[in-house]
Each structure stands twice: as structure tokens, then as C-alpha cells.
Nanobody, 119 residues
């Protein structure tokens, strides 16, 4: 089993910044990537950004140039630095990890943290 603990969400004004953190624990020995998805009300969950164990990143076009994903392998923690936030970034942000279990990739999800961008 894998446990994910997220922190850092909140209310911020447009143009502001926030930093999300997610610490993973448990059976994470074959971790393929860590990342963030988000889900706005009435919309499907969508990719924000991911980062592999070697540091390769992938980000949605909507956040490129504004959000930065990073990780601390020693702490099994992934971060999402969000800047120039827009009202459309308002969503529940979910941390996720992809683990190889018995040669089968499996996603684990955090409980989600609310990010609200509003004046």
C-alpha cells in the first residue's frame, strides 16, 4: 500500500502563488513517476504535471511557464510551485504516484487539496 499526504492548498488572489507538497510513504520501491492532476467543478480530472524518478517532467499546456514540478527523492516528496495563478486554475488538486506492482503499473491518489483563485 501507498499513502500520499498533500498540503499547501488555499485561497489566493489572481496573479498570486502557491506551493503544493505531497509526501509518499509505504511500498514505493518501484516508483515510476509522481505528479499532480486537478479537477474543477463539473469537469473531468486533468493532468497538471508529472516527474519521473530521473527528473523528466511533463506538464499540461495550460500551466507551462507558470507551474513548476519538482521532487525530493530522499524525502519521497513532490512539489508543485504555482505562480501567475488564474481563476481557471481553481480546482481540487490531487497528488498521484505510479508504482510498478508485480510488473503491473498502478496509480495511487491523495485525498486532494483545494486551490481557489479569486479576488
Amino acid at each position: 500500500q501507498v499513502q500520499l499526504v498533500e498540503s499547501g492548498g488555499g485561497l489566493v488572489q489572481p496573479g498570486g502563488s502557491l506551493r503544493l507538497s505531497c509526501a509518499a510513504s509505504g511500498n514505493i520501491f518501484r516508483l515510476i513517476y509522481m505528479g499532480w492532476y486537478r479537477q474543477a467543478p463539473g469537469k473531468q480530472r486533468e493532468l497538471v504535471a508529472t516527474i519521473t524518478s530521473s527528473g523528466s517532467t511533463n506538464a499540461a499546456d495550460a500551466v507551462k511557464g507558470r507551474f513548476t514540478i519538482s521532487r525530493d527523492n530522499a524525502k519521497n516528496t513532490v512539489y508543485l510551485e504555482m505562480s501567475s495563478l488564474k481563476p481557471e486554475d481553481t480546482a481540487v488538486y490531487y497528488c498521484t504516484v505510479l508504482i510498478l506492482e508485480a510488473l503491473v503499473p498502478k496509480n495511487y491518489w491523495g485525498q486532494g487539496t483545494q486551490v481557489t483563485v479569486s479576488s
